[in-house]
Nanobody, 121 residues
Framework: QVQLVESGGGLVQPGGSLRLSCVVS????????IGWFRQAPGKEHEGVSC????????YYEDFVKGRFTMTRDNAKSTVYLQMNDLKPEDTAVYFC??????????????RGQGTQVTVSS
């Protein structure tokens, strides 16, 4: 049974930082691509970052480049999203997801329940 469980969200002031975690089970993380997505109230979900399994390349949407860093720890079956210089427009529910393929495709078949990130003064 594939499961993804996120944690680490919270309330932070503009310019602050958070580190999200996503623990996976039911599949071997090192063999599959996995991504972070977010969904703001009243908006469609959007991709944030993704990491391939085939070569370890990591991809970021333009709106987070230079601010967010995605990493994976295969031994812990965990992926992380380090978020720095947060902005109010980063407010959303963040979730990790995968379609159990090797390369990033920005689509998913399995996702976690998400963790709320709120950026406000």
């Amino acid at each position: 049974q594939v499961q993804l469980v996120e944690s680490g969200g919270g309330l932070v002031q503009p310019g602050g930082s958070l580190r999200l975690s996503c623990v996976v089970s039911g599949f071997t993380l090192e063999y599959f691509a996995i991504g972070w997505f977010r969904q703001a109230p009243g908006k469609e979900h959007e991709g944030v970052s993704c990491i391939n399994s085939s070569n370890g390349d990591t991809y970021y949407e333009d709106f987070v480049k230079g601010r967010f860093t995605m990493t994976r720890d295969n031994a812990k079956s965990t992926v992380y999203l380090q978020m720095n210089d947060l902005k109010p427009e980063d407010t959303a529910v963040y979730f990790c997801a995968t379609d159990l393929n090797e390369n990033c495709a920005w689509v998913y078949d399995y996702r976690g329940q998400g963790t709320q990130v709120t950026v406000s003064s």
